[in-house]
């Protein structure tokens, strides 16, 4: 069973607010988010890219998808490195951050959706400057983990 230290839940907590249901153990970690359980069938075992330059929100977030059963690809900060790991490992799906601390993602989301890769963008704008017919769907921080759930097993269910 993957356990997610208390202190990571804590910073998920912290940039996406609970998302965690009550069912910490004494040791203080965590044994499993709430999730519909469609929705967790859907995610075991899909690959996925992660681009987030918040070294703790990256952190948590592959902590997290690490609990749905996904298989976390990185995470990475750069789009440099995401399109290494891209060609080297062939994700089923990406979730990407917009704007990087040192540069905008816009080319690599339109990179991994010329390769049929579905693309979930990850941002604090209200509005994202990519073409929405390139994206498979949209999360705008702070969201919880059911959001993120959903929003990944809508596009899984979508791809089979």
């Known amino acids: 069973m993957s356990r997610v230290p208390l202190s ?5 907590e912290q940039h996406f607010g609970r998302i965690w249901g009550p069912n910490h153990t004494r040791e203080g970690t965590m044994r499993s ?7 967790a069938y859907a995610l075991n075992g899909v690959r996925v890219l992660v681009v987030e330059d918040d070294w703790h929100v990256a952190k948590a977030m592959k902590g997290a998808l690490e609990l749905l059963g996904m298989h976390v690809i990185g995470p990475t900060s750069t789009t ?22 040192r540069e905008m993602s816009c080319g690599l989301i339109d990179e991994l959706h010329a390769r049929g890769i ?23 921080k702070p969201f919880s983990g059911t959001e993120l759930t959903k929003a990944l097993g809508a596009v899984v269910r979508r791809l089979h």
Not at 33 to 39: E, L, M, T, Y
């Open 8 to 12: 990571v839940l804590k910073i998920l």
């Open 33 to 39: 988010p709430q999730v519909q359980a469609s929705d």
């Open 80 to 101: 440099a490195e995401a399109a290494r790991l891209t060609a080297a490992q062939r994700p089923s799906l990406a979730l990407v951050d917009v704007n990087l601390k």
């Open 118 to 140: 579905p693309v979930v963008v990850v941002s604090g704008y209200a509005s994202i400057p990519v073409a929405k017919e390139k994206i498979a769907g949209y999360l705008q």
